[in-house]
Structures are given as C-alpha cells and as structure tokens.
C-alpha cells in the first residue's frame, strides 16, 4: 500500500493481506484518502472491513469524501492489523489510499523491550512538597 491503492466504480475494493505463513507483526497505517482527477461532486464513503477481537467481521466507514467540501481527509496513521479490506462504499471515486506497511521480526532484538534496568539508571525524584497558599 505504500504508494498506495485506487478505489473506482469498476473496482470498489481493495484487500491487503500478508502470507499465512509468515510469523511478523505487521502494521498497516492508513494516511491519507483523497478524490483525485475524474471524481465528480458525490458523496464517496469509504469503508475498512477487517476482524475485531472475537475474530468477527467489522466493516466500519473512515471517510466521507465531497469534491465541494472535503476532498481529502487525513487519518494520521490510522493503524491496521492485515488482512483487511478497503471498499467504495458509496459514490464513484475515484478515491486515493496512501499510507505504510512495517513488518517488526519477532527475533528482532529493537521489537523486545528492556524490562530490566539497574539501579543506576534510576533516577532520585524529590518529594512532592505542599502548594503555597
């Protein structure tokens, strides 16, 4: 997705998946949604499908574009976990997706956090003294 996808009426939807197989997180951010050349002046939803906590399908709009009035929302990284599934719900588009995909290698030693810190790392905080009246 990273330079990103195109949502038409002749292609409505777009999915991003990773292979099965493969034991990384990955995270899918989502940027920016915009018309682009071509969109006429309709109300074009756009709408994430993906799977909630209990692995149950969840389809829920992220923009509501308008040539006149908004024609482009940014969603500062919008963090998805893939698969999941973007769809025109509304409207013709066509309608830009830009955003990034970072894989994180479990056996990545910067994906584990340092628990342990030693008491010279700790710093003294001084006691909370009372507010002047």
């Not at 990384?24 to 002046?41: E, N, P, Q, R, Y």
Request: glycine residues 4%; proline residues 7%; contains cysteine.
């Amino acid at each position: 997705l990273l330079p990103g996808c195109e949502l038409t009426a002749s292609t409505k939807s777009y999915t991003f998946q990773v292979d099965k197989e493969d034991d990384s997180d990955h995270i899918l951010a989502l940027s920016v949604v915009c018309l682009t050349d071509g969109a006429k002046d309709e109300c074009n939803v756009v709408e994430v499908i993906g799977r909630n906590h209990e692995n149950q399908e969840i389809a829920v709009p992220v923009a509501n574009l308008k040539l006149s009035c908004q024609p482009l929302l940014s969603l500062d990284n919008f963090k998805l976990q893939p698969p999941v599934t973007f769809r025109l719900a509304a409207g013709s588009g066509p309608v830009h997706l830009a955003g990034w995909h970072r894989i994180m290698h479990r056996d990545d030693a910067s994906f584990e956090e340092d628990d342990d810190l030693s008491e010279e790392d700790e710093e003294e905080l001084p006691p909370i003294m009372p507010a002047k009246k």
